[in-house]
């Protein structure tokens, strides 16, 4: 798994669960209803109900994204 490091510079993590991981299982098969962003958001609603939130922000100083959810819905 890759983290980005900066803007130009990505480092190999040589434990996996060192980092994040998003379980992208449930998008399978989905269908987009509509989109909406903003500078800090992203918001992809599904014809299901169901909705995927990407926020970019910062953590210690360093840029990262957070996914809602990161694991399949109950």
Not at 44 to 63: C, D, E, P, W
Request: glycine residues 6%; hydrophobic residues 40%; proline residues 4%.
């Amino acid at each position: 798994m890759a983290t980005h490091d900066e803007v130009s510079r990505v480092d190999e993590v040589a434990d996996v669960d060192s980092g994040c991981t998003v379980d992208w299982s449930w998008l399978a098969g989905q269908e987009v209803e509509s989109m909406t962003s903003d500078l800090q958001h992203w918001r992809v609603r599904f014809k299901s109900g169901l909705t995927l939130s990407i926020q970019a922000a910062t953590y210690q100083g360093k840029a990262f994204l957070a996914f809602d959810p990161w694991k399949p819905p109950a």
